[in-house]
Every structure is written in structure tokens, then in C-alpha cells.
């Protein structure tokens, strides 16, 4: 029997191999698991079936159904489609090529560096609601913060306006019960990825990272802030920096595609109708696209939006990551700009939120970018979660895509492209004063540290693709 037994593993080995080389991955990517099944039988299978194999599911939504939502937002706002700048224009053809997102104008925006007036600003559109909330965090926790916005959302359901919510399951299993009490209030909720058997799902390496509210098709808000206390009384050690926006115009109706695309694949329904889509007239000047990205994707849009960006960029580009963590093309890319003369610059804090692996892996990217030009900022003052890109006067990016693996390859994530001078200047100008609150290092001082410390980085960068 035991003979029987080894000959029906080893088959069964064999065929996973198989089907690893199969899959045509990149080659260092398919090498690694086969070393760690062959090696490591039953503990490399384990973490393929967990973190490794992404099966081949359907897109998220049917192609025809993703057309019927970008109909509903051209009928509304086909004169609020627009060129972009020379500039730029390649980069927003890009954008609108591999994701229909279309460039709209008559847009207002407003940028949050802090959570607690962007909660203030929120609660007052929520309760302004007379249709349709939809609301969509990847944490959405049962603290002060929280039970403010589930007291305005309970009591907007009792008034008849529809609620709906969405969650990133893994990130909010503890809290299920205040998930019920929602639902109790007739809200409708829904995880996103639901994992009913969490350890041993195959969506547990898959995140839905966004964070979208619409209310009434014409407000919307995206950025780096869930709804959490931390986020605005900080962590123990120091204050939380954020960056969040506020949207009014044509392009609320992305955001609403967005969700709606969410919440066809959670719950199964298909809401493409005019009521989601209201019309909206132009309320300020700014030019925007709304970026979504997923692994489901045909492309991998957030990363080729930035390694896009740097190619494009002629005077500057700042970079605000939690983590910085690049696959090989976004570091040849910054490599390739900051070698160009490109004034390239990466801020992300000394010390992360999600254990020391993180934070060592992070920094085991250094010294390949200061090689190249690259400069680099420890943020000190506390942890710095904002994911902003702004460049050359005219750009900005703002969402909730992190520098690093997960959030191009595995995390759904969405972010905004806004073409407007004085956003981009903001931004600029944000980035600037964090200087005041980081260390900037060099190559020299760099290369100056311990060598058991060199050592720690090199094995936590091991596990970049999992983090």
C-alpha cells in the first residue's frame, strides 16, 4: 500500500511540474517553485496552492458587461471626454487602451494629507445621500472612526437610500459580527473573495486593496485611507501620513464602475443602469482618468502606468510608497530616468506597519537605486501609508497602489491620473515638507553598514513576491 502510495505522489509531483512549466511564467519564477516542490515536496505544494498558482479564472467582469457600464458613462458624459496633454498623451492612451479608462474633464478635486477632516468631509456626503451609497474598503473597522460612519450608514438604509458594502475578506475576518449588525440594519453587504476556508483558499494571496465611496453618482472618494482610527490618532510610535481625494464631475461615474464591477463579481449582480449613471455637469477644471487594476487583468496596469510615467518624464518625479518593493521593470525604470537626468526621488518609511520583513525587504532595494541616481527618503516622523506619484507641474497620482509586488501583480487597487497643475503642485509642495521629516542617505553611508544587517535585507527580499 505504501508503495502504491509513493508511486501516486510521485505522479502526482510530476504532473504539477508539468503544469508549473506549462503555465510559461517567467522563467526565475517557475525555476523557484520547481526547486522548492522537488526539494521540499509537501511543504512546496502547500505554498504553491496557496500564494504561487493563479488559476486561470474568468475576468472579473464578461467583457460585454464591463461595455454596458462604459456605455451608461459615455451617454452621460460624452462631451466631458477629453484629449490630455502633449505631454502625457501616451501615458493616458495607455491608461484608456488597456483599461478603457477614459480621460473626463470638468472635474473638482480635493486632496486630504490628513483622515480626520477627509471623515468629517465624508460623513457630511453620506448623510446628503438620497439614492445610493456605495462603499468599498479593504479595512472597514468596528473602532470610534468606524462606528461614526456605520451610525450614518444604518441610518441612511432606515431612509430608504440603498447602501452597499463591500470588504477585502482576509483583511476583516475579526469582524464579522459588526459585518451582521450592517446587514441587521438592511444594508447590503458582501465580501469580496470570500474565503470560507481560509487556510487553505486559493484566494488568500489575492487582496481587494481598494477604497471607493460614491454617493449618488456624483460624489466619489479613492485614496490610501481605510476607515480606521489609526489613521488618524496614529500608531504608538508616531503619527499616520495619508493621502486621500475627493471627487466632484464626470468622473465620479469611473469610480462607479468600479465598484459595480466589484460588486457584480461578489454578489452576482449586474446593476448597469442609468440610476447609477445620474448626469453631472461640469463642476471644475481638472482632467482625470480613474485607473483599476487586478491580477485578472490582461495587463498589469498599475505598474505599466508607472514604469510609463518615468519613461514620459522630462523635469521630476516623487514618489510616496509604504513599501518599496519594485518588480525588475518599475526599478529599471527609475534607474533608467534618474540615469537620464530625470530628478528621481522615493520616500517610504524607516520603519513599516507590517512587521520587520516588510521594512528589511524594502530597504534591500536601496542601494541598487542610489547607484543609479535614484534619491532616497526615510520617512521618521511616524508611518507614512500615502501612495502619491506627482510629476513634471502637470501630474499626480493617487490612489491605493503600493510600490511593490503584491499591489501590481496580486491586490485589486484603484488610483486616479489627474492632468492639473495646481493638484500637482500641492502634491509637490506635501512631498517637499516630508522632506523636512526624513532622512535623506547616499551611496557612501549607504554601503557604510553593517554587513549582518546587509545580510538580514538580502534573505527578507527573498519573500518580495509574498509581501
Request: hydrophobic share 45%; aromatic share 12%; proline share 5%.
Amino acid at each position: 500500500m505504501s508503495h502504491l502510495l509513493s508511486i501516486l505522489l510521485t505522479l502526482a509531483l510530476i504532473g504539477i511540474l508539468i503544469y508549473i512549466i506549462a503555465e510559461n511564467e517567467h522563467p526565475v519564477h517557475t525555476l523557484a517553485w520547481v526547486i522548492a516542490i522537488v526539494f521540499l515536496p509537501v511543504i512546496g505544494l502547500i505554498l504553491y496552492f496557496l500564494v504561487g498558482h493563479r488559476p486561470r479564472r474568468k475576468r472579473l467582469v464578461e467583457a460585454e458587461e464591463l461595455q454596458q457600464f462604459k456605455a451608461l458613462t459615455k451617454q452621460q458624459h460624452q462631451t466631458a471626454i477629453a484629449s490630455t496633454p502633449d505631454a502625457f498623451n501616451g501615458l493616458a492612451t495607455l491608461m484608456q487602451t488597456m483599461n478603457q479608462a477614459f480621460p473626463l474633464k470638468g472635474n473638482t478635486v480635493k486632496p486630504y494629507l490628513e483622515f480626520y477632516p477627509m471623515l468629517d468631509d465624508l460623513l457630511a456626503d453620506l448623510e446628503s445621500a438620497r439614492d445610493h451609497i456605495h462603499f468599498e474598503f479593504f479595512k472597514f473597522e468596528n473602532d470610534p472612526s468606524g462606528r461614526r460612519v456605520a451610525e450614518v450608514l444604518k441610518r441612511k438604509a432606515s431612509e430608504g437610500v440603498t447602501v452597499r458594502i463591500q470588504y477585502d475578506d482576509l483583511g476583516n475576518l475579526t469582524r464579522k459580527r459588526f459585518y451582521r449588525e450592517l446587514k441587521r440594519a438592511g444594508i447590503q453587504v458582501k465580501p469580496f473573495l470570500a474565503l470560507t476556508l481560509p487556510f487553505i483558499s486559493e484566494n488568500i494571496n489575492f487582496r481587494n486593496h481598494r477604497k471607493i465611496v460614491v454617493v449618488d453618482g456624483r460624489v466619489g472618494y479613492l485614496g490610501g485611507m481605510n476607515i480606521a482610527e489609526r489613521y488618524g490618532a496614529g500608531l504608538t510610535w508616531g503619527p499616520w501620513r495619508d493621502t486621500h481625494l475627493r471627487v466632484e464631475g464626470p468622473a465620479v461615474a469611473e469610480l462607479q464602475t468600479s465598484f459595480l464591477c466589484d460588486w457584480r463579481f461578489s454578489s452576482g449582480e449586474l446593476l448597469a443602469e442609468p440610476r447609477y449613471y445620474p448626469p453631472i455637469p461640469a463642476t471644475g477644471d481638472t482632467l482625470m482618468q480613474v485607473i483599476s487594476s487586478g491580477p485578472m487583468d490582461e495587463w498589469h496596469v498599475a505598474m505599466q502606468g508607472l514604469v510609463r510615467l518615468l519613461a514620459n518624464a522630462r523635469q521630476y518625479v516623487y514618489i510616496q510608497s509604504p513599501y518599496f518593493i519594485p518588480t525588475p521593470s518599475v526599478m529599471l525604470a527609475l534607474k533608467n530616468a534618474a540615469l537620464s537626468g530625470v530628478d528621481i526621488r522615493v520616500m517610504f518609511p524607516w520603519r513599516g506597519d507590517s512587521g520587520p520583513l516588510v521594512s528589511l525587504a524594502s530597504k534591500s532595494y536601496v542601494r541598487e537605486a542610489l547607484a543609479a541616481g535614484v534619491q532616497i527618503y526615510f520617512y521618521r516622523k511616524g508611518f507614512l501609508h500615502s501612495k502619491t506619484v506627482v510629476a513634471d507641474d502637470c501630474f499626480t497620482t493617487i490612489g491605493s497602489t503600493n510600490v511593490d509586488v503584491r499591489s501590481y501583480t496580486l491586490d485589486f487597487e484603484i488610483n486616479a491620473y489627474v492632468y492639473n497643475e495646481k493638484l500637482a503642485l500641492e502634491m509637490k509642495a506635501a512631498f517637499l515638507r516630508d522632506q523636512h521629516d526624513s532622512e535623506h542617505t547616499d551611496l557612501v553611508r549607504w554601503n557604510q553598514r553593517a554587513p549582518i544587517q546587509k545580510f538580514k535585507e538580502s534573505f527578507a527580499r527573498l519573500f518580495s513576491p509574498l509581501l
